[in-house]
Antibody, heavy 121, light 110 residues
Framework: EVQLVESGGGLVKPGGSLRLSCAAS????????MNWVRQAPGKGLEWVSS????????YYADSVKGRFTISRDNAKNSLYLQMNSLRAEDTAVYYC??????????????WGQGTLVTVSS | QSVLTQPPSVSGAPGQRVTISCTGS?????????VHWYQQLPGTAPKLLIY???NRPSGVPDRFSGSKSGTSASLAITGLQAEDEADYYC??????????FGGGTKLTVL
């Protein structure tokens, strides 16, 4: 069974940093591109970042470019999102999601349960 | 304001057919990029409903179908059921913005 489990969310002050993790199981992690998608409270979905299976290709939304860094460790079946210079508008539930069909745009066939990041003083 | 425009809400009675539109432009849907659709039940993570404009992942009922034409795409749900009440999102790629989602449509089953 495919499982994605996010962790690392919490309350952080504006300007602070946080590192999210996503533990994958039930599939060959190293064969799939992965993504982070966020959802602000009561709002819609916003794509944040994508990373290819071997980390060769990395993409970011303009809203996080220069502040967030996506990475992965295929040996540990884990995906990460390092978030720096956090702002109030980064407050959201962050989901990790698998690109199941290697399409453009990525078709996200499995999602984690999400981890809440709250940026507030 | 998303580059993919969806109606904020739609509704229908059980058994009826409803459609949800997703209107883009020549830089996204009209450029030939695929459209995917997601269903998000209250308090849960999104679920892939349609990929590649009209394909259903395994396990998705054939009551759900997708289509694309020009700069727009549509999701149709036939034989509406109470458990279909959810938020629905379209997704595509924009040549200027990368991956984009529509603003979402709340489906109410009357």
């Amino acid at each position: 069974e495919v499982q994605l489990v996010e962790s690392g969310g919490g309350l952080v002050k504006p300007g602070g940093s946080l590192r999210l993790s996503c533990a994958a199981s039930g599939f060959t992690f190293s064969s799939y591109s992965m993504n982070w998608v966020r959802q602000a409270p009561g709002k819609g979905l916003e794509w944040v970042s994508s990373i290819s299976s071997s980390s060769s290709y990395i993409y970011y939304a303009d809203s996080v470019k220069g502040r967030f860094t996506i990475s992965r460790d295929n040996a540990k079946n884990s995906l990460y999102l390092q978030m720096n210079s956090l702002r109030a508008e980064d407050t959201a539930v962050y989901y990790c999601a698998r690109d199941g069909y290697s399409s453009i745009p990525p078709s996200l066939d499995y999602w984690g349960q999400g981890t809440l990041v709250t940026v507030s003083s | 304001q998303s580059v993919l425009t969806q109606p904020p809400s739609v509704s229908g009675a059980p058994g009826q057919r409803v459609t949800i539109s997703c209107t883009g432009s020549s830089s996204n849907i009209g450029a030939g990029y695929d459209v995917h659709w997601y269903q998000q039940l209250p308090g849960t993570a999104p679920k892939l409903l349609i990929y590649g404009n009209s394909n259903r992942p395994s396990g998705v009922p054939d009551r759900f179908s997708g289509s694309k034409s020009g700069t727009s795409a549509s999701l149709a749900i036939t034989g509406l059921q109470a458990e279909d009440e959810a938020d629905y999102y379209c997704q595509s790629y924009d040549s200027s913005l990368d991956v984009v989602f529509g603003g979402g449509t709340k489906l109410t089953v009357l």
